[in-house]
């Protein structure tokens, strides 16, 4: 059996770790007390995502708009892709929401350990505090989006329907889908770091295979389950269900595989994270 570690925390106070296995390893009464690292980490990334850049937040509107309009023409005005009879600029800003959420906390949360070496190195906390706050830095681009979908939906005449008060579940699935691949690739990152050459092309790759700029119902019935093993595609559905009803009805068989795939992930996840861990500070 492996001996315990004795940490100093300061104050003649000591911390004894024992080494655990499985998702056992994962404490999270001491990711709780931790709590206001947390908080401030996650308020550090958001204040940090728009420092010194020119054009500051307003990068939050002018991404999702022209990628919007760029869709809207390639798609549904050049290729001519189904759109149910609803306007194809909601069709798209409603999947975007989503998908740059994920794209943004993906890239955050995979270079956060890296970028963090100094604290890892010099002090004791739960690492996996790092990625998880990473994950929260594009909040703020979430809620501005949601707030742009809106003016969409009034521009367009979109009314409201009863299913967009399910918005926050599917934005919770989008969470948890985000820190799953999130823990894995922050994780792998710290022993290979081809990872930050990864995660752009992955990105870039997954906005077209991804329903974004289409909607799902295009796919072959035959290959529905098997399109869904993507998670993303599960929670796209959802959020256009919510905003457009109707016609949108997720393929929910789907959206049980996505969400089986996510939790795999998770759990996965963080049982690489917590063996990983404890050769962070020496690799890193």
Not at 208 to 237: A, T
Request: charged share 15%.
């Amino acid at each position: 059996m492996a001996e315990p570690t004795v940490i100093p925390i300061g104050s003649g106070e000591e911390r004894v770790i024992r080494a655990r296995h499985g998702l056992v390893a994962v404490d999270f009464q001491e990711l709780w007390r931790y709590r206001e690292l947390f908080v401030f980490l996650a308020w550090r990334d958001i204040l940090v995502r728009y420092k010194q850049t020119a054009l500051g937040i307003a990068w939050a509107i002018l991404q999702p708009f022209l990628t919007t309009v760029v869709f809207t023409v390639i798609f549904g005005r050049i290729a001519k892709f189904p759109s149910e009879g609803a306007p194809y600029a909601v069709i798209t800003l409603a999947a975007l929401l989503p998908w740059n959420y994920f794209s943004n906390a993906m890239s955050e949360s995979s270079a956060s350990l890296v970028l963090s070496s100094n604290m890892i190195s010099k002090t004791y906390f739960p690492r996996l505090i790092i990625p998880a706050s990473a994950i929260l830095s594009g909040i703020i681009d979430f809620l501005i989006s949601v707030a742009m979908l809106a003016v969409f939906m009034i521009v367009y005449r979109v009314p409201l329907r009863p299913e967009i008060l399910l918005m926050p579940v599917f934005f919770l699935v989008c969470v948890l889908a985000a820190f799953a691949v999130g823990v894995w690739l922050s994780a792998l990152n710290v022993k290979y770091r081809d990872v930050k050459y990864i995660v752009p092309f992955f990105t870039r790759i997954g906005l077209y295979v991804s329903p974004v700029g289409f909607l799902s119902s295009i796919v072959p019935e035959r290959w529905r389950l098997l399109y869904n093993l993507n998670p993303m595609v599960g929670v796209i559905d959802g959020f256009r269900w919510c905003v457009l009803g109707g016609k949108f009805t997720p393929y929910w068989p789907g959206f049980l595989v996505s969400v089986a795939v996510m939790l795999t992930l998770a759990i996965t996840g963080l049982v690489y994270f917590r063996t990983a861990e404890k050769k962070f500070a020496d690799i890193i």
